[in-house]
């Protein structure tokens, strides 16, 4: 079956230390993205990738960096000037410039700082 | 600029009743809405979206919506909610003028009691 695999499905990490999120698409998507879900607060986009080797900063990219070496996998790392990085993390993917824009979801990261 | 305002954080209805969850909102530009729905400890799943065909849309599980331009509410319902219907819900938006990045609202949670 097709889909989004996100791994792990729960991490925790001491302060000071950077943790990558994984994300794999076998779904041929282009455009991959992720989010950072907090209670009360919608989904926030924290960056995208619409071509292998690009991706763009979403609306809270401090504290965060990606990569897109390859279409099918945009790993997330959380770094340590992240100042609060407890929360839950959702990996999506649409095919690219597809006006109705239907994004196909991961099951979720949750991450804990101790 | 684009969002959407989600009216009420949480909703509880009895098993069986109307549920209605309140979506408004602001674009310059024609839209395109949709409802996504999220189980606990889950990605989010595509209920149902509109995309300037007819106003009334109808999604999965007995879900529907209607896009009321007059209004700028894309409001969603079921006629007879079901135990299975707890969940969180998002509405979200779309447009050019957001280079086509979701937009999403705060969520709210639906209790659904027996």
């Known amino acids: 079956d097709g889909g989004i695999t996100q791994s792990p499905k729960y991490l925790f990490r001491k302060e000071g230390q950077n943790v990558t999120l994984s994300c794999e698409q076998n779904?041929?998507?282009?455009?991959m993205y992720w989010y950072r879900q907090d209670p009360g607060q919608g989904l926030r986009l924290i960056y995208y990738?619409?071509?292998?080797?690009?991706?763009q900063k979403g609306d809270i990219a401090e504290g965060y960096s990606v990569s897109r070496e390859k279409k099918e996998s945009f790993p997330l790392t959380v770094t340590s000037a992240q100042k609060n990085p407890t929360a839950f993390y959702l990996c999506?993917?649409?095919?690219?410039?597809?006006?109705?824009?239907?994004?196909?979801f991961g099951e979720g990261s949750r991450l804990t700082v101790l | 600029a684009q969002s959407v305002t989600q009216l009420g954080s949480h909703v509880s209805v009895s098993e069986g009743a109307l549920v209605l969850l309140r979506c408004n909102y602001s674009s310059s530009v024609p839209p395109y809405l949709f409802w996504y729905v999220q189980y606990p400890n889950q990605g989010l799943q595509l209920l149902l979206k509109y995309t300037s065909a007819a106003t009334l849309v109808k999604g999965i599980n007995g879900f529907e919506a209607e896009f009321k331009k007059s209004e700028t509410s894309f409001h969603l319902t079921k006629p007879s909610a079901h135990m299975s219907d707890a969940a969180e819900y998002f509405c979200a938006v779309i447009t050019r003028s957001n280079d086509y990045k979701l937009s999403f609202g705060a969520g709210t949670t639906v209790t659904v009691r027996a």
């Open positions: 990738s619409q071509i292998v080797n690009d991706f």
């Open positions: 999506a993917s649409s095919i690219l410039d597809r006006a109705d824009g239907e994004l196909f």
């Open positions: 779904l041929n998507h282009d455009a």
